[in-house]
T-cell receptor
Framework: DQQVKQNSPSLSVQEGRISILNCDYT??????FLWYKKYPAEGPTFLIS?????DKNEDGRFTVFLNKSAKHLSLHIVPSQPGDSAVYFC????????????FGKGTKLSVKP | DAGVTQSPTHLIKTRGQQVTLRCSPI?????VSWYQQVLGQGPQFIFQ???????GRGNFPDRFSARQFPNYSSELNVNALLLGDSALYLC?????????????FGPGTRLTVT
């Protein structure tokens, strides 16, 4: 039973446009969410995070939105660049900062020049 | 500053053998977690250690064990390897301070069991 779901296995976007990656979760006890980017043959790289007490967090070209009532979060990348092409994982924390991460299956983003 | 390091990078083992994977966290980080990632899936939590004590364990059999040393480095051991243990094993470190959520991952060890 997947508690963190990324229902789109892949997404293709034109360079310069917005990329929107979506993530749904089922456990209302999750209190912190993170997005990671992963290139082949590398470990996941931390991108941006958001606490469950907020609804938006922004860092440069990356913005994460959290809709607690819908148990949904999204990552917006504006403008998208070819170097953003990677697999993006949504992850949720359960049990506070001493807890552990539960990951979605990932979405492969392709940004075309 | 050096990031999380893992060794070896790649490993090929035979069914039934035992394997030890190693991880050094970011300097100053006291918490280390291990994850298993199989193709097409997200990383799955195996263990968390903080100050040399096990703080959490995922849904993995007892063939999997780990420990953390006084310098906060960690080892993951897998006994009686099965074909299904073939995966990318990731180590992540976190400062361990209250309110510190971000985990930073190493490059992983690619284990192939034949």
């Amino acid at each position: 039973d997947q508690q963190v779901k990324q229902n789109s296995p892949s997404l293709s976007v034109q360079e310069g446009r917005i990329s929107i990656l979506n993530c749904d979760y089922t456990n209302s006890m999750f209190d912190y969410f993170l997005w990671y980017k992963k290139y082949p043959a590398e470990g996941p790289t931390f991108l941006i995070s958001i606490s469950s007490i907020k609804d938006k967090n922004e860092d440069g070209r990356f913005t994460v939105f959290l809709n607690k009532s819908a148990k949904h979060l999204s990552l917006h990348i504006v403008p998208s660049q070819p170097g953003d092409s990677a697999v993006y994982f949504c992850a949720a924390y359960y049990g506070g900062s001493q807890g552990n991460l539960i990951f979605g299956k990932g979405t492969k983003l392709s940004v075309k020049p | 500053d050096a990031g999380v390091t893992q060794s070896p990078t790649h490993l090929i083992k035979t069914r039934g053998q035992q394997v030890t994977l190693r991880c050094s966290p970011i300097s100053g980080h006291k918490s280390v977690s291990w994850y298993q990632q199989v193709l097409g899936q997200g990383p799955q939590f195996i263990f968390q250690y903080y100050e040399k004590e096990e703080r959490g364990r995922g849904n993995f059999p007892d063939r999997f064990s780990a420990r953390q040393f006084p310098n906060y480095s960690s080892e993951l051991n897998v006994n009686a390897l099965l074909l299904g243990d073939s995966a990318l094993y990731l180590c992540a470190s976190r400062s361990g301070s209250e309110g510190s959520y971000e985990q930073y991952f190493g490059p992983g060890t690619r284990l192939t069991v034949t």
